[in-house]
């Protein structure tokens, strides 16, 4: 079992995406969960997070107040929400679990899925 992101695709500048990713049952319902992404020569950095019943949540200062984070525990899937898309945007986006601490933006593993490509035209 692995996570898998969906979902990305190109947009233009201020246009809008929905992100998925279907996790593990035993990950998802044991964790926060969180969004990461990584553009062409950088490291990969953290988008945001949330908690396990989804009513916490925490953004990185670039995406803070364009995207929402949202679970579905029923379906075991996390959900980015983009809107108002910047080619700053561009990147492969990742999900995983996150440390509980959702200030911190950390993953608690090393395992990745494939990313979802995220491309903004300007």
């Known amino acids: 079992a692995q996570l898998v992101e969906s979902g990305g695709g190109l947009v233009q500048a201020g246009g809008s995406l929905r992100l998925s990713c279907a996790a593990p049952?035993?990950?998802?319902?044991?964790?926060?969960m969180g969004w990461f992404r990584q553009a062409p020569g950088r490291e990969r950095e953290f988008v945001a997070a949330i908690n396990w019943s989804g009513a916490n949540t925490n953004y990185a200062d670039s995406v803070k107040g364009r995207f929402t984070i949202s679970r579905d525990n029923a379906k075991n899937t996390v959900y980015l929400q983009m809107g108002s898309l910047e080619p700053e945007d561009t990147a492969v986006y990742f999900c995983?679990?996150?440390?509980?601490?959702?200030?911190?933006?950390?993953?608690?593993?090393?395992?990745w899925g494939q990313g979802t490509q995220v491309n903004v035209s300007s």
């Open positions: 049952t035993r990950l998802f319902r044991a964790n926060a």
């Open positions: 995983n679990a996150v440390n509980p601490l959702l200030r911190i933006g950390r993953p608690l593993f090393d395992a």
